[in-house]
Every structure is written in C-alpha cells, then in structure tokens.
C-alpha cells in the first residue's frame, strides 16, 4: 500500500485560495486503476468527499463546491493537488488524501493519509 | 445526492458483547456500493468492508457487513477494546460519493 502525506498552509484568510499537496510514496501515482482524491471531515458536515483526479488529470468533483475546487497531478513529483477558492469559515476541517479505485465496483477509499487540519480565519 | 443516516447515534457495549450498526439509503445502492470505515481519535478513517460484504485486508473475522438495496448492516460479534470507535459508511455507486454521520460504539 503507497503511503500518502499531505502538506500545505494551516492558516488561510477568507476569500483567499486553500492549497494543499499530498505526496505518494511506496507506489505509483501513474497507475492505470486508481483515483487520487480528498475528502475533508468537519464538526458540523461529518466526512465528506471533495473530488478526484486521474493521473492523466482527468477530474470530477463534488457539485456542492460550486466550481470553487480544482484538482491536479504532478507525476514527475509524485504529488497531487487540491485548490479551494474563496474559503469561508465553513471550509475550516481536516483535510485527507486518499486513494480510490477507478472503477465504480472498487470506488471505495482503500488508502487515507494522516490528514491536516486547515483553519480559515483572519 | 444519495442521504446516507446511520442509527444509533451512539451505541454503549461492554467488551464481548454483540454490535449491531445500521445504515440506510434514501434510494437504492447500486450492486451494493456500499462501504463501512472505522476510525479512532486523532486517526483517518480505516476500510472495513467493501461492496457491503467483503472484508479489507486485515480485518478480523468478527467484523461482518451485509444487506442491499437500502438497508445495510455491521455487526461486531464481539467486541475487543480496540473496537471501540466511531463506524462510518458510504456509498460509492453514485456521485457524489456520501457518507453516514457515524456511529459512535462506546464502552459501557
């Protein structure tokens, strides 16, 4: 099983733009079977799941987010990528990358990282 | 977007006995996508069960899932100190993938 590890600022303003990377190590970010993904966990919304992205870049996300999430793939760095603009209060959870098969029939998270805490405050 | 609730909110046991935790859809589940996660404080949630039957690598063979449709069920069959936790589901057959608000399974 690869080993995921996210990174990134735990303080963002409002209105500005969260990012965060998750780094793979112990497998292939460019496999042919599997999805990249986050899913964020809040007191108030529980676990929920953000987006996904292949290694080629192909995407989809949740449409609770309005447009305001962007994914990416770095194979080069063996790095995946989450953007969310314009963060409220709201946006403030942990913040998890995960693995997940292609497939509907293996779609579940079969990989989670440690997660980190982002807090959007002024 | 498929509702996942879970019930009870909170289930009080004492180690060895019989767990019983539930999740229904607010419409069918697909070829039962259905997924059960297990996770402890301070941790990232863990898979238990996939396609709402089978077990992930590792886990013992006291944990069980079932059901379809609607309804879905894990049991425990007995419970160990290191079950106590917080069990969530979710269903991966439609997007966008949605979780249960947990089960929290708490010593007596």
């Known amino acids: 099983q690869p080993r995921l590890q996210e990174s990134g600022p735990r303080l963002v303003r409002p209105s500005e733009t969260l990012s965060l990377i998750c780094t793979v190590s112990?497998?292939?970010?460019?496999?042919?079977?599997?999805?990249w993904g986050w899913i964020r966990q809040s007191p108030g919304k529980g676990l929920e799941w953000i987006g996904s992205v292949f290694y080629t870049g192909m995407d989809y996300y949740n449409p609770s987010f309005n447009s305001r999430v962007s994914m990416a793939v770095d194979t080069s760095r063996s790095q995946f990528s989450l953007k969310v603009k314009s963060v409220t209060a709201a946006d403030t959870a942990i913040y998890y990358c995960v693995r997940q098969g292609l497939y509907d029939s293996d779609g579940y998270v079969s990989v989670w990282g440690q997660g980190t805490l982002v807090i959007v405050s002024p | 977007e498929i509702v996942l609730t879970q019930s009870p909110g909170t289930l009080s046991m004492s180690p060895g006995e019989r767990a019983t935790l539930s999740c229904r859809a607010s419409?069918?589940?697909?070829?039962?996508?259905l997924a059960w996660y297990q996770q402890k404080p301070g941790q990232a949630p863990r898979l238990l069960i996939y396609?709402?039957?089978s077990k992930a690598t590792g886990i013992p063979d006291r944990f069980s899932g079932s059901g379809s449709g609607t309804d879905f069920t894990l049991s425990i069959s007995r419970l160990e100190p290191e079950d106590f936790a917080v069990y969530y589901c979710q269903q991966y057959g439609v997007s966008p993938r949605t979780f249960g608000q947990g089960t929290k399974v708490e010593i007596k």
């Open positions: 396609g709402a039957s």
């Open positions: 419409q069918t589940i697909r070829s039962s996508y």
């Open positions: 112990g497998g292939s970010i460019s496999s042919k079977t599997q999805y």
